[in-house]
């Protein structure tokens, strides 16, 4: 299958292209820089400069593709710039307009069958210790709605063949883990300098997913008949942050971690701290009935301690 990539050197671009080299795929990856062309080569894949925000140019790329994951991110590098509105507005971009005419393009072009969108799992409505999936509502406040658009742009692109042999798939990752993932070294780092430190309640549940698993979980969903529509791709057991508490003190041989008081949490996480500090207790039932997907790690005790074990070696 030919495949067209944007983000393909962020964290999972960089684990899935090579799976999907590996898997006999033709893999066309998006990229701007001649750094990242060398990393694409090789990871086996086909560097194609090409400017996400020019449709026109987009047609030419994606000819004779018949599948696009986009993975394009511009996350901000610090907890300072966290917090920041403005510090989002590049990422919202490349999430909103970049699905919008990725989708117009492969219309347009009609080779393509199949577009592929991670999403973000903290779309849901604080629900306390209540299950949640794709059939609850998503939230549309001004800091999640470029995903929620995005994940609509992939609906309209399924929607669009009345004969639905399109599909549009959006998989609502939880936070991903794992030792492929920075975020998880700099919390590890943390919790060995004994501070804690997740916005909200201690009672909230936290989405989360072993990044590997969340990597097959996107090269299922394309290789194996899963119907259109949103799911979620989380552990098996989800956990409360009260719980990560003693999972991280344990991971690093402390008996408790100093937690963060929430007002400081505020503070730091500023116009993310409403996406961040929900309860979120979400179920993955959805994408298993429909696929063979099951977690290697089901659930935040054994990842943590898969990291710490990672990190001693």
Do not use: C
């Not at 610090?78 to 490349?94: I, K």
């Not at 993932?181 to 989360?208: E, N, T």
């Not at 290697?296 to 301690?305: E, K, L």
């Amino acid at each position: 299958m030919n495949i067209f990539i944007t983000g393909a050197t962020g964290v999972l671009g960089k684990t899935l292209v090579p799976k999907l080299v590996a898997a006999g795929h033709t893999v066309s990856a998006m990229s701007r820089t001649v750094e990242n062309d060398d990393r694409l080569r090789r990871a086996g894949a086909h560097p194609v400069r090409v400017d996400l925000f020019d449709v026109e140019a987009l047609k030419q790329a994606l000819a004779g593709h018949e599948a696009i994951y986009h993975l394009a991110t511009k996350i901000p590098s610090s907890a300072a710039q966290m917090g920041r509105s403005s510090a989002w507005l590049e990422n919202d971009r490349l999430r909103r307009d970049g699905a919008r005419n990725l989708v117009e393009a492969a219309l347009a072009v009609g080779t393509v069958q199949t577009i592929m969108y991670p999403s973000f799992d903290f779309l849901y409505p604080s629900s306390g210790d209540t299950w949640l999936d794709a059939q609850t509502t998503p939230v549309k406040t001004a800091t999640l709605l470029s995903t929620v658009e995005a994940e609509e742009a992939v609906t309209r692109f399924a929607e669009s063949d009345p004969t639905r042999q399109r599909r549009g798939i959006s998989l609502r990752l939880g936070s991903f883990y794992g030792p492929e993932a920075p975020s998880s070294w700099v919390m590890l780092d943390y919790a060995r300098k004994g501070i804690g430190a997740f916005p909200g309640a201690r009672a909230g549940y936290l989405p989360q997913i072993w990044l590997q698993d969340a990597i097959s979980a996107l090269l299922l969903a394309l290789t194996e008949p899963v119907p259109s529509g949103v799911y979620d791709i989380v552990d098996d057991e989800p956990v409360t942050r009260a719980e990560m508490y003693t999972i991280l003190a344990h991971a690093v041989g402390r008996k408790r971690l100093l937690v963060l008081p929430d007002l400081l949490m505020r503070l730091v996480t500023g116009a993310k701290y409403a996406d961040t500090s929900r309860s979120l207790r979400i179920s993955n039932r959805l994408f298993k009935a429909v696929s063979s997907w099951q977690p290697t790690v089901p659930n935040a005790r054994i990842g943590w301690d898969l990291m710490a074990q990672a990190q001693n070696k």
